[in-house]
């Protein structure tokens, strides 16, 4: 339990410093030599230092928004096997629960957003909301495709210990396919570059960007932390999957899947360097290809695990 | 444990998904010779012994389903100038649903046929089902002239699955005389190709509804 609480105090305190892992290998690709590792911490501290200004059309939703979208990214974590150990909650059927508190942050943001009657906001929440639906879909997808393989509802049951490789021995090739729809979803829900790109200059082209235009101050480093964890949220399903070794020194394990963690950070700088980012309506088309993914791992573990 | 097969087979399904949600011509040959390089060395290792025969005709399969077809497809489009962009029918997205459904329906229906019980992965007969009406699909949803004639090359990939599947070794004269037609096929619809382009400028079989006698 106590390990359980460590680890995840240890997973918020470095969740800003992998972000910053995306920023140095998009520099290294550009030639340059970016900014430093601790960024998003000295960007943090700064943001805390501010004030706020709140605009005379806004309610008391714009000021919550923040505050529920970074507590629903804490609660997520919790029920999350950081390192292969158990995590500090879990009952049965908690992914369900755990995707569902996510949206629900991302409806206090949308809502937030809405809220300031910003044109440019109201745009780019009607796309947050519309790709996260495909992205559900493949979520449900890959979680039957589980259930399938170990009978159980719980992300222990599938992130803990040595039952990730187990899930690798049982279905094999298709679990390929899963890896891929989860990197798929993991760019969609953080708004990475192939979906939105995170650095534009455009407002008529952001989608998670320009739904926080009007965030300033603390409130702004509230948002960019919940992003940061939300990240790490997803980056660390991936991870495990692709390294589910599963070492008996808790201290070993750590170190091990950090590493896999920067290997998946580093493919999400390597994604963002090489591609650009897809016109709008093909968007949609790429996270269904996602689902297509994920669907076809589900029927093909079906033929063989009877 | 999966099979060595079956692995190969996941592949060849996969190109079905990407082949059916690829928009551009160079990337649609380049899955369709991906998928002739799988489905013709999946015999290697369904049979436990082959003869030097068997290893020449399934090795020169290799090479006209794997590089020659889609080699001569890649230089018809670079010197007739064609243009990259497929038009549809049926849209990418639905394309794409389609292609799931083909992949769900394929199994049930392989095991109503019930054909034989052979040495290999559970998956050969489903797959081939698969690509022969996804062959099929292509060939309706898609107007551009070249997609039409890939998929064409889909169906015959599911026929020698098949084939692969029912024979035990005596059969590579008959699946080499049906991929000969095939390259012959192949050949005369480039000729074809190649006047419809020059009449018409473009490829879409749209335009030769307005042939007169």
Redesign the interface.
Known sequence: MIESIILWILAICLSPFYAAVILKVKAFFGGKKGPPLLIHYFTLIKLMQKGSVYSNSTTFIFKMGPIASLSAALMALLFLPIAGRSPVLSFNGDVIFVLYVLGLGRFFTIAAAMDTASPFEGMGAAREAFFPIICEATMFMILILFFQLTGELTFAAYFTGIQTSGLWRVAGAPMLFVVMAFFIILLTENSRVPVDDPATHLELTMIHEVMVLDHSGPDFGLIELGAFIKLLFYSTFVARLICPIHAAHPFVNFVIFCAALSGVYVAIGVTESVMARFRMDRVSHFVLTSFALAFFATVITLEFVK | ??HPV??LL?LV??SV?FAF?SSRLPVLIRILAFQGVVVSIVPFFLEHEMTAGGIIFTTATLTIRGIIIPWSFYSMIKKMGIKREVETIVS??AS?FA??LL??AA?MLSHKFNMISFSGG??IT?TAITLVVAGMFLLMARRNAIAMVLGYIMMENGIYLIGTALSSGAQHIVEFGILLDVLAGVMIMAIMLQSIKQKYDNLDTAQLSKLKE
Do not use: R
């Open positions: 444990m999966i079956d692995i996941i399904l996969l998904l949600a990418y997205n794409v292609s799931l992949i769900v199994p559970t998956l489903s």
